[in-house]
Nanobody, 114 residues
Framework: QVQLVESGGGLVQPGGSLRLSCATS????????MMWYRQAPGKERELVAR????????NYEDSVKGRFTISRVNAKSTVFLQMDSLKPEDTAVYYC???????WGLGTRVTVSS
């Protein structure tokens, strides 16, 4: 049974930081690209970051480049998203996604507001 459990969201002031985690199980983690998506209120879900199985390739959506860092620990089947210099427009529900599985977890809500 595939499980993707996101955590680490919350309320943070502009300029602050959060570290999201996604614990996974039920599939082979270390041979898949992993991704973080987000969905803001009234908007479509968008890809934020992507990481290859060995972490050699990382790609970011333009608006988060230089502020967000995706990483993974294959031994723990976990993927992370370090988010720094947060802006109000980063407010969204964040989801992790395993390439090819077509399965979504419940997400974790991030609110950036003063």
């Amino acid at each position: 049974q595939v499980q993707l459990v996101e955590s680490g969201g919350g309320l943070v002031q502009p300029g602050g930081s959060l570290r999201l985690s996604c614990a996974t199980s039920g599939f082979t983690f270390d041979n898949r690209d992993m991704m973080w998506y987000r969905q803001a209120p009234g908007k479509e879900r968008e890809l934020v970051a992507r990481i290859s199985p060995g972490s050699s390739r990382r790609n970011y959506e333009d608006s988060v480049k230089g502020r967000f860092t995706i990483s993974r620990v294959n031994a723990k089947s976990t993927v992370f998203l370090q988010m720094d210099s947060l802006k109000p427009e980063d407010t969204a529900v964040y989801y992790c996604y395993a390439d090819g599985l077509n399965y979504w977890g419940l997400g974790t809500r991030v609110t950036v507001s003063s």
